[in-house]
Nanobody, 123 residues
Framework: QLQLVESGGGLVQPGGSLRLACAAS????????VGWFRQAPGKEREGVSC????????SYAAAVNGRFTISRDNAKNTVYLQMNSLEPEDTAIYFC????????????????WGQGTQVTVSS
């Protein structure tokens, strides 16, 4: 069974950077599109970015476009989210998920999820 583990979260000052990783085990990740989502306290989970199974297609939420970059290394069974110019509004738990088929920012299409990693942007 596919298992996902996120890492790379932490506390960073506004304007700083973090790189999140989503490592898969149990199944070859290159069969799946992968998405990054986040959930802040009291808010619904929202799509941040997603990438097709081949890595040839990516999408970003408007709030992060131009600041975040999603990528994948299928040889390492890992998907990354490079986050630059972080803002306090980016504070949330970040989750990765997999979807069989087209990459999407809609969470209800996703089948497997990791446990999340906390990102806190604060001075």
């Amino acid at each position: 069974q596919l298992q996902l583990v996120e890492s790379g979260g932490g506390l960073v000052q506004p304007g700083g950077s973090l790189r999140l990783a989503c490592a898969a085990s149990g199944v070859t990740l290159d069969h799946y599109a992968v998405g990054w989502f986040r959930q802040a306290p009291g808010k619904e989970r929202e799509g941040v970015s997603c990438i097709s199974h081949s890595g040839g297609s990516t999408s970003y939420a408007a709030a992060v476009n131009g600041r975040f970059t999603i990528s994948r290394d299928n040889a390492k069974n890992t998907v990354y989210l490079q986050m630059n110019s972080l803002e306090p509004e980016d504070t949330a738990i970040y989750f990765c998920g997999t979807v069989w088929g087209k990459a999407t920012l809609k969470s209800n299409f996703y089948d497997y999820w990791g446990q999340g990693t906390q990102v806190t942007v604060s001075s």
